[in-house]
């Protein structure tokens, strides 16, 4: 039997090294844009990079016959240079990444079209050759409101820093950015005692299923699209907790929120986690004639939370979020008797 040499230098993954070659996403969840993930690679590229596949496949031939092959880096001596990703290329490994990563559906939806936005008219431009003013000038074609150009910089802040990481780029072209300032912002707002106990009895005489919903955003700090997902039998009542699982919760990470006292009074009125649309939920909002800013149940929820128990990791737990953040945006917002009036607010 003729003796074989380990063929190291001519293995699957240098081989898949060698050829840099990234897949296009074609399966998964989430519908992706064929248009935005194909490969267009210039003739040049593929070309050559056709050239490195049929040498390595030639050295992989020669390994398995027992025959002399060249060095890893004779091969790689051959990968083009100066041929870096493009951003159509990056967008497509990038997305496949999270998607592979388990990242939920609704956010998978988001970050594609933001990367469609960035990726039009400059598919085709070497992502060493993005600058700074590019991402300002993309912002600056776009009529987005100043809350959304700071999501959409953030997402290809995250892209970018994706290709540091891996080697692609040295720096990262979003993180000059300047981000336009937020009216108010760093300014929670939350509802008073009176507010709440308002739009939670408005709720009871309009719709029971929106009372119930309500009442699990105010008193157990759930994010309206986790509160949009949860059922019946997520509510482990004999417990005292409501279960928010991995699938379920933005941070894919599953979480136990306590029952209060008085959440669990406002449960026992009735009612049913049922499907139902945000439509839904503002028609009985409007009725109570009360302001209604951007997030207003979990950022009520996390503040009183915080000023009643006065212990910031259990808040962060029930909540979801770092204490970091609890300590940037919510410590000593509310009052400890304005806490106290908070939990008391019973049917």
């Given at each position: ?58 050295e ?16 790689l ?16 490994e ?83 950015v ?7 912002e ?37 994010r ?14 004999d417990?005292d ?25 406002w ?43 006065n ?28 806490a ?8």
């Amino acid at each position: 039997m003729v003796s074989r040499p380990h063929a190291q230098n001519c293995s699957r993954k240098n081989c898949v090294q060698i050829l840099s070659f990234r897949p296009l996403i074609s399966k998964g969840k989430v519908k992706l844009n064929p248009a935005l993930l194909s490969a267009d690679m210039s003739q040049e590229r593929m070309a050559r990079a056709l050239a490195i596949l049929g040498n390595a496949f030639t050295e992989a031939s020669n390994a398995l016959l027992g025959k002399p092959t060249r060095s890893a880096g004779n091969l790689l001596s051959q990968v083009p240079r100066g041929c870096p990703l493009t951003v159509n290329e990056l967008i497509n490994e990038f997305l496949l990444a999270k998607a592979r990563a388990g990242r939920s559906d609704r956010y998978l939806r988001q970050i594609r079209v933001v990367m469609s936005s960035f990726n039009t008219g400059r598919g085709r431009t070497s992502i060493e050759d993005v600058a700074v003013h590019d991402i300002e000038q993309w912002t600056r074609n776009a009529e987005w409101s100043a809350r959304t150009v700071r999501g959409y910089v953030a997402d290809v802040r995250t892209m970018f820093n994706y290709a540091v990481r891996r080697g692609y780029i040295e720096r990262n072209p979003a993180a000059g950015v300047e981000l336009p300032v937020l009216p108010g912002e760093s300014k929670i707002q939350v509802h008073t005692p009176s507010q709440a106990q308002k739009i939670l009895e408005t709720a009871r005489r309009a719709d029971l299923d929106v009372c119930r919903r309500l009442a699990i955003r105010y008193f157990a700090g759930v994010r309206s699209a986790e509160a949009n997902r949860l059922t019946e039998e997520d509510l482990k009542l004999d417990q005292d907790l409501i279960e928010v699982p991995a699938v379920k919760s933005k941070t894919r990470a599953r979480r136990l929120v306590t029952i209060q006292p008085n959440l669990k009074a406002w449960l026992a009125l009735g009612g049913e986690l049922r499907g139902m649309t945000d439509a839904t939920v503002r028609n009985v909002i409007k009725l109570a004639k009360v302001e209604w800013p951007h997030n207003v149940t979990r950022h009520s929820f996390v503040s009183y939370h915080l000023a009643k128990f006065n212990n910031a990791g259990k808040t962060a737990l029930e909540a979801g979020h770092t204490e970091q953040m609890l300590f940037k945006h919510y410590r000593a917002l509310v009052t400890p008797s304005a806490a106290e009036e908070f939990w008391a607010i019973v049917p």
